[in-house]
T-cell receptor
Framework: AQTVTQSQPEMSVQEAETVTLSCTYD???????LFWYKQPPSRQMILVIR??????QNATENRFSVNFQKAAKSFSLKISDSQLGDTAMYFC????????????FGDGTTLTVKP | DTGVSQNPRHKITKRGQNVTFRCDPI?????LYWYRQTLGQGPEFLTY????????KSRLLSDRFSAERPKGSFSTLEIQRTEQGDSAMYLC????????????FGPGTRLTVL
């Protein structure tokens, strides 16, 4: 079974600064996908960014980028130029290739962006 | 709004009662997932459908839980003889096509069992 660990329950960052959220996972699989989801207060969870394990290049989506270290089983999320709207809970998730979309989630990191 | 919708948004019930939740996915999304999220934890997979077929159920889904997607469109999740441990947020997500495609989540139904 796969496990996903987010070791930072809470983090805060000043507006316009950069913050990095950590995620590690444990798996014996070689082919899988990793995701970061954002869950704003009282709002729906949305996908922020995703990474295929076979790709060495780190994924980037505007202000969001990841540092994927496959050997270390690490998948951190960097948010640049933090905005107040980035305040949310962030979940890291793992999905085994061929696992029909079932994801294993970490317990989340609550990020607060301060003005 | 063409996103995933869930009803009701909140449900308070007494232990032992039955409850049913509904999820309306994005139109034409063939896959539909149910997750449970307890306070302070990430979502846990419960079950998923491809069209009307329920293809997998988690061991978390006890015999008191049943899910349906009768015409491959909306889905219902029923919990019979609710227990206090069933209190959680129940999330629905829909997806088009393959497993790697984005899952779109609904706002969830928060269940409180007294």
């Amino acid at each position: 079974a796969q496990t996903v660990t987010q070791s930072q329950p809470e983090m805060s960052v000043q507006e316009a600064e950069t913050v990095t959220l950590s995620c590690t996972y444990d798996t014996s699989e070689n082919n899988y996908y990793l995701f970061w989801y954002k869950q704003p207060p009282s709002r729906q969870m949305i996908l922020v960014i995703r990474q295929e394990a076979y790709k060495q290049q780190n994924a980037t989506e505007n202000r969001f980028s990841v540092n994927f270290q496959k050997a270390a089983k690490s998948f951190s999320l960097k948010i640049s130029d933090s905005q107040l709207g980035d305040t949310a809970m962030y979940f890291c998730a793992f999905m085994k290739l061929g696992n029909a979309g079932k994801s294993t989630f970490g317990d989340g990191t609550t990020l607060t962006v301060k003005p | 709004d063409t996103g995933v919708s869930q009803n009701p948004r909140h449900k308070i019930t007494k232990r032992g009662q039955n409850v049913t939740f509904r999820c309306d996915p994005i139109s034409e999304h063939n896959r539909l997932y149910w997750y449970r999220q307890t306070l302070g934890q990430g979502p846990e997979f419960l079950t998923y459908f491809q069209n009307e077929a329920q293809l997998e159920k988690s061991r978390l889904l006890s015999d008191r839980f049943s899910a349906e997607r009768p015409k491959g469109s909306f889905s219902t999740l029923e919990i019979q003889r609710t227990e206090q441990g069933d209190s959680a947020m129940y999330l629905c997500a829909s997806q088009a096509g393959g497993s790697y495609n984005e899952q779109f989540f609904g706002p969830g139904t928060r269940l409180t069992v007294l």
